[in-house]
């Protein structure tokens, strides 16, 4: 299983990133994909979950309305859009799986919301 993400970054607050987190390594299609963030100090927290065919969605309360999570099964991608950023989601955001009872975070990608 290999998990990479990409599209992290300086923005100011208000601001809007996308996230994306190429996956390979095991049948995309049939697995929910998660993204956590973890701040230094702190544990990590999933942001958000979508179902394996993106009918469902579930986002962290302090996350709702401002990130979607969207994939797409023909290029194994998940994405996060994130819109309104405020400094508190100031974090490494990571890409997550569960296969077969193992949890998968990729490398992660840092999200830094700054003026």
């Known amino acids: 299983v290999q998990l990479v993400e990409s599209g992290g970054g300086l923005v100011q607050p208000g601001g809007s990133l996308r996230l994306s987190c190429a996956a390979s390594?095991?049948?995309?299609?049939?697995?929910?994909m998660s993204w956590g963030r973890q701040v230094p100090g702190k544990e990590r927290e999933l942001v958000a979950t979508?179902?394996?065919?993106?009918?469902?969605?579930n986002y962290l309360d302090s996350v709702k309305g401002r990130f979607t999570i969207s994939r797409d099964n023909r290029k194994n991608t998940v994405y996060l859009q994130m819109n309104g950023l405020k400094p508190e989601d100031t974090a490494v955001y990571y890409c997550?799986?569960?296969?077969?009872?193992?949890?998968?975070w990729g490398k992660g990608t840092l999200v830094t919301v700054s003026s």
């Open positions: 997550y799986v569960s296969y077969y009872g193992q949890n998968y």
């Open positions: 390594g095991f049948s995309f299609i049939y697995y929910s």
């Open positions: 979508i179902a394996s065919d993106g009918g469902s969605t």
